[in-house]
């Protein structure tokens, strides 16, 4: 059978629909108002691929390497190439398109949205999730090439290459494909039956003007409606500036638009709506006996149901019983939001600071709000109980150091130093990346930093060594206390601008010994909390738009793009006589006896780059013979070259996930506007990291990682099946990193003996 209605559909027909289409059926079912809706049966789409003659051609294609970047590649475009040119039969487009005009009378005005729906509910989420596509605003002319174009996204490379990681048959794994009568909503969001994280008996209710797809893709700041499930109360509301919604145009097409000044910051629901989207989610949790996850939409007063799902991120959350304090509310509603950068909760009074002289009103317990950190900012940082940004992203200054220092931190707020008024009490949540206000009960006193250690550490013992990563000396000591193996990553430019001059400038005024002293007394700090353990050291790598913030700074180029600019090791061989006084620092600390001080090269493209400043080592009296040094593999450039470079010496190759990620993508990692696309998860990232650490053991060199990923489970589980010499993670991550390299690695023995 071609297509089935929703109404013959139910929840044990997920082989036929699909998740989607079966949780849609119920819905139907159960009375909800659902608009009309057909789906196109996964056996319709086994039936394409066979009967067209295209089946063992595609799987053919798709039966690849998944490490092989470029044999992925051709998988994905070979596979989607058959799908696409292959005409659909005559039969299957009569049927699709007499279903659809049986969804509305008027056929020339009717549009759809067109939603894949996977069967193969056993695979590993990470294998479909973000491949399934949607295509809203459908008209009868396209939809016959839209239900391809899903069946098509069973095969882009990431589908292909977790199914291909993880011993799938992608000959068994098919798809249905939802089309569903368009709701041209006014209003629009998604519902919680209970706390999607804690689980408390509250229903929490997102909304915002136009589509849906606004609220789900993250495009716009939806309002927030709080209501207690006993007593029906609305507990909170929160007004968000809803800048953006996505409409339906004059020509079918769905495009975004500025919300109109007088709705910018209106309510989108009031009390009658809650109270409808309450009565329905009360119905729909009834019906399924588990708590959901609801996608709605509101036009003409009528109410609809588009999705649900189970929730499952019940009692996985990171939020603390303090945080759910603060998400429940005792203040006056949000202030600001973005993203939460540093986990935990902490309130105090706001200091606004625009401006470094500004710093010393900074007290303890009090909330940084500014546009950005810099360096120079640290001390105060130190004494905050939180900090709160206007700019920046998860790899942000402000990010890195709050994360070390244990302070929470909201950070891309894109307001907060206008939206908070100076010495008013807020409260900080680093977990949802909001600020609310006003100081709710159960908030504690945040540890100063010496004390925030663990208590009575268990250290897993492990093969996989598991160091941590310093941004600033002043966080020696918590991070030695964490057990760590050593230091993976301690960031020179950190030292130096805390100066709040460039180089050149406190050369310039306080000469070469006092700057060669700034830096041998920062790593020497780092290195005598952690002696014997190693400590590796990476040398200058700021970009040109952070050096002119400093004094000095207005001797600095301007650049379009300081991420691809004058940094890193092409900065330091064009200014190979400031070069010189940082490697002569590490020729005196290796004097004193530091001899567990590694030297790491940031930025590094090719041999050429390692043979000037192994050339450079010799020239400061450092035998590259006698002394541990190596470099990062933060460029695509850097992991083809791998080979090369160690043929030339280097003794260990160090990834830099945040700038290879950036790099192979094509994403900046600090702009906000393509924050979805950072994925350091990517599979052309973990082929590049995967071939290195390859080519790097069959040269004995030592590999490992220090960038933010290293904090990630997946990741850290993907590298001890590599073979990765260590991760370094960070301060707060570094006992569960233990933990999970603990597991992979005795599964890895277990499987090897049943072997």
Known sequence: MTVRWLEDIRTDDREIAGGKGASLGELTEAGLPVPPAF???????????????????????????????????????????????????????????????????DVDELHVAVRSSATAEDLPDASFAGQQ??????????????VKDCWASLFTQRAIYYRGEHGFDHAAVDIAVVVQRMVDATRSGVLFTSHPSTGDDTIIIEAAWGLGEAVVSGTVSPDN????????????????????????????????????????????LDTEDIQALVEMAERIEAHYGEPQDVEWAMTDGDLYMLQSRPITTIGEGQFSETGAAAADGNGDGELASGHGASPGVAAG?????TKLDQLDKVGEGDVIVTEMTTPDMVPAMKRA??????????????????????????????????????????????????????????????QPIEEARPKAPVKPMTATEVKVNVSIPQAAER?????????GLLRMEHMIMSTDMTPDRYIEEHGVDEYVAE?????????????????????????TDEFRQLEGGDDEPVEGNPMLGFRGIRRSLAEP???????????????????????????????????????????????????????????????????????????????GTNDLTQYTLAVDRNNENVADRFDELHPAVLKLIGRTIRRCRDHDVKTSICGQAGSHPEMVRFLVNEGISSISANIDAVRDVQHEVKRTEQQLLLESVRD
Do not use: C
């Not at 013979?625 to 470099?631: A, K, L």
């Open 519 to 543: 830096i041998v007394s920062g790593i020497r700090g780092v290195a005598d909390e952690f002696y014997p353990r190693p400590v590796r050291v990476r040398t200058l790598d700021a970009p």
């Open 349 to 353: 009074p706001a200091r606004i600071v």
């Open 577 to 655: 006589d400031v070069f010189a006084h940082e490697l002569e620092a590490f020729a005196q600390l290796y004097e004193l006896g530091y001899d567990n001080v590694e030297l790491m090269f940031p930025l590094v493209n090719d041999e050429d780059d390692v043979v000037r400043a192994r050339e450079l080592m010799a020239d400061a009296g450092i035998d590259p013979e006698d002394r541990t040094w190596g470099i990062m593999v933060e460029t695509p450039a850097s992991a083809m070259q791998i080979e090369e470079m160690a043929a030339e010496g280097i003794d260990f190759a160090s990834f």
């Open 479 to 487: 991070a030695a206390a964490t057990g760590a193996d050593g230091v």
């Open 385 to 446: 109980a939180a900090i709160v940004t206007d700019e920046g992203g998860m790899t942000s200054h402000a990010s890195i150091v709050s994360r070390e220092l244990g302070v929470p931190a909201v950070v891309g707020t894109g307001d907060a130093t206008t939206a908070i008024e100076d010495g008013q009490e807020v409260t900080v949540d680093g977990d949802r990346g909001s600020v609310r206000a006003g100081t709710p009960e159960g908030i504690e006193e945040r």
């Open 39 to 105: 789906v196109v049966t996964a056996e319709t789409y086994r039936a394409f691929i066979e009967e067209t003659g295209i089946a063992e051609a595609l799987f053919e294609a798709v039966d690849v390497d998944p490490e092989d970047s470029a044999a992925l590649a051709d998988a994905e475009r070979r596979a989607q190439e058959l799908i696409l040119e292959t005409p659909m039969p005559d039969s299957v487009r009569a049927d699709v398109l007499a279903a659809f005009d049986d969804l509305g009378a």
């Open 225 to 268: 409606y709080v209501v207690d499930r006993e007593s029906g109360e609305i507990r909170e509301v929160t007004v968000a500036d809803k800048k953006v919604e996505q409409v339906r145009d004059d020509h079918g097409s769905t495009v975004e638009r500025e919300v109109s000044p007088d709705r910018r910051e209106a309510q989108v």
């Open 133 to 146: 596509e949607t295509f809203l605003n459908v008209d009868r002319d396209a939809l016959l090439d839209r």
